[in-house]
């Protein structure tokens, strides 16, 4: 079975703290035989810094310039990942609306 794991948060680099339990539960369900694709936008550093997308939509323009392009990266790479996933998984709200339509659109649960 292939899963497709979507995020907003996982480690960018050794040692980020950022979405370390999502990066732990790939890992687990990689070494359980469960074949992993980690679907997430890369970049964004405006949108994902600090305390995260929330927070940063409120302060910043320029977070808030760049969350309509995300969201729709974000989109894009889900429904091309999602015809070769069995599943999709998501681990926060943003990710589980991208899931659905592509879900939806793919036929995959």
Same mark, same amino acid.
């Given at each position: 079975?292939?899963?497709?794991?979507?995020?907003? #948060?996982?480690? +960018?680099? &050794?040692?980020?703290? *950022?979405? =370390?339990?999502? &990066?732990? !539960?790939?890992?687990?369900?990689?070494?359980?035989? $469960?074949?992993? $694709? =980690?679907? &997430?936008?890369?970049?964004?550093?405006? %949108?994902?810094?600090?305390?995260?997308?929330?927070?940063?939509? +409120?302060?910043?323009?320029?977070? +808030? /310039?760049? @969350?309509?392009?995300?969201?729709?990266? /974000?989109?894009?790479?889900? !429904?091309?990942? #999602?015809? +070769?996933?069995?599943? %999709?998984?998501?681990?926060? #709200?943003? #990710?589980? /609306? @991208?899931? $659905?339509?592509?879900?939806?659109?793919?036929?995959? *649960?």
């Amino acid at each position: 079975m292939r899963v497709g794991f979507l995020t907003t #948060s996982f480690p +960018r680099f &050794e040692g980020d703290f *950022r979405g =370390v339990f999502i &990066e732990e !539960l790939v890992r687990a369900l990689g070494e359980a035989g $469960v074949d992993i $694709v =980690v679907i &997430e936008p890369r970049g964004y550093n405006a %949108l994902k810094r600090g305390g995260g997308l929330i927070p940063n939509l +409120r302060k910043s323009v320029m977070a +808030r /310039f760049l @969350f309509p392009i995300y969201c729709l990266h /974000f989109l894009t790479i889900t !429904l091309y990942h #999602s015809f +070769r996933c069995d599943l %999709l998984h998501a681990n926060w #709200s943003l #990710s589980g /609306f @991208f899931a $659905v339509i592509a879900g939806t659109l793919t036929g995959r *649960r």
